[in-house]
C-alpha cells in the first residue's frame, strides 16, 4: 500500500508551509488544495525545493463552501491514488475564518453562516468525501516502513492520520473570556465532529487510523494578523515552526490519543 498526504487548504498560512515540509521529510506523494490558480500555488510551494521532484505534488480546486469541488477534487484523487493499492496516511484539514465578535451586538447573520460554514460544514464535507481513502482493518500493518535512523522522516506514525485544524477557544471549558461568539462555536464544533468521526474510523479502520482535534497556538498567518501585536513575542509563532510542532505531535500521541483535541505543547485540551 502507497501512502499518501492530502493538506486542505494550502495556498496560504499553515497549509502553505506544511505542504512544503511534508515534501522534504516524507517519501509520499502530497495532495494539496485551493480554491483558484492551482498551477500557480504548486508553483509557490515548490520554490526553492530544488531536490524534490514536482510530481509529488498534485494541487486540485476545492472550495470547502462547494461540495461540488470537494467532490470532483476527491475523485481526481481516487484516479491518482486507486484504494487497492494506496491509502490516505495523513490529512489534514484546516479551513477557517475569524470574525471576533466582542459582544452579542456585533452579531451578523451572514457571518455566523460563512463561519460555520468554513469552519465546521466544510471539514464535514472533507470528511465525507476523503475519509473512505483512510486505510481498513483489513490492511497489513505496518501500514509504512519507518526508518527510524533518518532525521526526516522519524516523526512519521506508523498509522494513519487525519487531524482537523481547532482552536483553544473552541474548549468550553478554557473559556474564561467570552466573546468571539462564531469563532468559539464553530470550532467547538469541530471538537464534536472529531470524536464522531473518530468512533466511525476506529469502526472501518481499528488500529490503522485515528482522527485527532488540533490547537497550534497563535501563528503569524493572516487569519491572526489583527492580533499580532497583542500577543508576546515569544508567543507568536512562525509558521515554520507551527508546522514542525503540529508533525511532532502528530507522530508522538499514538492510538490512545485518538479523538481528543491536542495542543501545539502535546497537552490535551478539555473539551
Known amino acids: 500500500m502507497a501512502p499518501w498526504s492530502l493538506v486542505t487548504p494550502a495556498s496560504r498560512g499553515i497549509g502553505f508551509h506544511l505542504t512544503r515540509h511534508l515534501l522534504r521529510t516524507t517519501p509520499f506523494a502530497v ?67 475569524l470574525y471576533p465578535e466582542k459582544a452579542p451586538a456585533q452579531l451578523d447573520h451572514q457571518q455566523l453562516t460563512d463561519t460555520f460554514a468554513v469552519n465546521t460544514i466544510g471539514p464535514l464535507l472533507i470528511t465525507k468525501h476523503f ?24 516523526w512519521l506514525p506508523p498509522h494513519a492520520v ?16 467570552g466573546g468571539w461568539y462564531s469563532y468559539r462555536s464553530s470550532k467547538a464544533g469541530v471538537n464534536s465532529l472529531t470524536k464522531s468521526f473518530d468512533i466511525s474510523v476506529k469502526q472501518r479502520s481499528g488500529e490503522n487510523a485515528m482522527a485527532m482535534s488540533y490547537h497550534p497556538g497563535t501563528v503569524k498567518t493572516g487569519l491572526s494578523k489583527e492580533f499580532w501585536g497583542k500577543v508576546k513575542e515569544e508567543k507568536l509563532f512562525s509558521p515554520e ?31
Open 162 to 177: 487525519w487531524l482537523n485544524m481547532s482552536a483553544r477557544v473552541g474548549s468550553t471549558t478554557d473559556n474564561t473570556l
Open 31 to 97: 495532495v494539496a488544495t485551493a480554491r483558484k490558480d492551482m498551477q500557480g500555488v504548486k508553483r509557490e510551494i515548490m520554490e526553492d525545493l530544488k531536490d524534490i521532484d514536482e510530481k509529488r505534488l498534485t494541487v486540485l480546486e476545492l472550495d470547502v463552501t462547494d461540495e461540488n469541488t470537494i467532490l470532483r477534487a476527491a475523485e481526481d484523487a481516487k484516479s491518482q491514488f486507486p484504494e487497492k493499492d494506496n491509502h490516505l496516511h495523513l490529512a489534514f484539514c484546516m479551513p477557517g475564518i
Open 241 to 271: 515552526f507551527a508546522v514542525e510542532k503540529m508533525c511532532d505531535v502528530v507522530g508522538s500521541v499514538g492510538l490512545e490519543g485518538r479523538g481528543k483535541f491536542w495542543d501545539w505543547k502535546g497537552v490535551e485540551v478539555p473539551p
Open 131 to 154: 475519509s473512505p481513502f483512510l486505510p481498513r482493518k483489513s490492511n497489513s500493518t505496518p501500514l509504512i516502513p519507518l526508518d527510524t535512523s533518518s532525521t526526516n522522516d522519524s
